[in-house]
């Protein structure tokens, strides 16, 4: 693009805006430079100015410059759209540090075989883990997420995903820090989930800028502490932000996963040890990708073959 007057005082300032939110230096400078890249992005048609470097639109998060193009930032580079969002959310793989190494498996090696299987998207857990290790850990499951396509979520800790540089994105509980504040932190162009149990939880988080839900626990599971919503409660949920997709987690497996979907109206699954405990992790993903495809298109409309 020819609009690139005032890039190097847009990064500077970004990474002083980054620096007194709180950031360290490295990610205030990976968010600082995703920043301005949207910034430049969404600035490619504006029409504006007739020197060798014309304006962009250094503040596209709190001002949609029109221009000669009829098009702003919002239309050029905005959020996520929910049909590439509910795509990715037919089997979410959540990694558990403890069941990989009672599998025996590194972290990369488990992201790769859950990826072989079928999974449409990766969250890297590392509860009570140090900030090194956590991104040591996350630069392994991003590198192979990269190679395959296919989208990186961190859980709680925005820094580790701003740190891994652009396309990452965050998942947040209810006890973690604000969608909202953790929306302002990443802008809009990655992927952020809440977990939710309530209809009321769902829309503020949609409020407040989730692209996804992460609903449950649906059934007793062991491997988190968590109170049980049923089947009923993620329907609630689904119905309450429809369309924006739900992914069902919390004690579901094989047996149930196609209820999730077909009575409730999930867009897909989230597991833990349904994949991650199993000895043949790929072959676990598998055969739960096939049973939610299978249930998804069971619900697709039938053609009659007229026209």
């Not at 596209?60 to 029109?66: E, H, K, N, S, Y």
């Not at 990443?186 to 149990?197: D, H, M, N």
Request: with cysteine; proline share 4%.
């Amino acid at each position: 693009t020819g609009n690139t007057h005032g890039t190097g005082c847009t990064l500077a300032s970004a990474i002083a805006a980054h620096l007194a939110r709180g950031l360290p230096l490295l990610p205030a400078i990976h968010a600082a430079r995703e920043y301005l890249h949207i910034a430049l992005s969404s600035s490619t048609r504006l029409a504006l100015g007739s020197g060798p470097q014309r304006p962009f639109n250094h503040g596209w998060m709190i001002a949609d410059w029109q221009g000669d193009a009829g098009q702003g930032a919002a239309g050029a580079c905005g959020r996520v759209d929910t049909g590439s969002v509910r795509a990715a959310m037919r089997l979410y793989a959540v990694t558990d540090a403890g069941l990989n190494k009672k599998m025996g498996r590194s972290l990369g090696q488990a992201v790769r075989d859950a990826i072989q299987g079928g999974a449409t998207l990766v969250q890297v857990r590392q509860k009570d883990c140090e900030g090194g290790e956590f991104l040591a850990a996350a630069r392994e499951a991003a590198a192979v997420c990269a190679a395959a396509r296919v989208p990186l979520v961190i859980n709680d800790r925005v820094d580790i995903a701003l740190a891994l540089g652009p396309g990452v994105g965050v998942h947040v509980g209810q006890s973690d820090l604000p969608a909202a504040t953790v929306r302002a932190l990443l802008g809009p162009g990655r992927l952020l989930g809440v977990s939710v149990k309530t209809a009321a939880e769902a829309e503020a988080a949609v409020r407040d800028g989730a692209d996804y839900l992460g609903c449950g626990a649906v059934c007793a599971t062991g491997t988190k502490d968590s109170s049980v919503i049923g089947v009923e409660g993620l329907a609630a949920v689904c119905r309450a932000v429809a369309p924006v997709p739900v992914v069902a987690i919390g004690g579901v497996g094989v047996a149930n996963a196609a209820q999730m979907v077909t009575e409730a109206g999930a867009a897909g699954i989230a597991v833990v040890s349904a994949i991650f405990g199993q000895v043949d992790a790929a072959r676990a993903a598998h055969e739960l990708r096939s049973t939610v495809d299978a249930a998804i298109a069971s619900m697709q409309p039938v053609s009659n073959g007229t026209h």
